[in-house]
């Protein structure tokens, strides 16, 4: 999903790139990004790096979890979403990266072809005004407690 990019061509492209909480030290952004993406694993366990997209962005929908009835294996895991829009999605995670197969949960409709987004921001960012608003809240009080730490 994540090419070999460093983290401040990360940090550039914030607005579907980046998680607000993982400012708080670019160092470690850098690191994240590592861990995160598919460099140096041949196989992965799909459902742990699903879990991970997961707890990326909760903060910014309704609800989001990992199908307990699709199956997951190690090449493809399935997320269910409702945006804070109440539009419910079933998500494909794949080496390939994300995309919507389905329009509620855990429903894979074969024919619909929707293209892939290397990242869960960049998906959302297309599909909920509501996500790009609450990323954009949050990165902004980020933003806000690191300035204030800086002036004390």
Do not use: W
């Amino acid at each position: 999903m994540r090419g070999g990019r460093g983290a401040f061509a990360d940090f550039c492209r914030m607005e579907t790139d980046c998680n607000p909480m993982e400012l708080s030290s670019v160092s470690g952004f850098e690191e994240d990004a590592e861990l995160n993406g598919f460099e140096g694993t041949d196989m992965k366990d799909m459902r742990l790096e699903a879990e991970a997209v997961v707890n990326d962005v909760l903060f910014a929908v309704n609800t989001m979890f990992v199908s307990k009835t699709l199956r997951c294996a190690d090449d493809v895991a399935y997320i269910n979403v409702e945006t804070r829009e109440r539009n419910r999605y079933c998500l494909e995670l794949t080496e390939a990266g994300l995309r919507v197969v389905g329009y509620a949960f855990d429903q894979v409709d074969d024919h619909l072809q929707t293209p892939y987004h290397e990242t869960v921001y960049s998906l959302l960012d297309t599909l909920s005004p509501a996500y790009r608003e609450a990323f954009g809240n949050a990165l902004l009080q980020r933003l806000e407690a690191l300035k204030r730490d800086g002036q004390s």
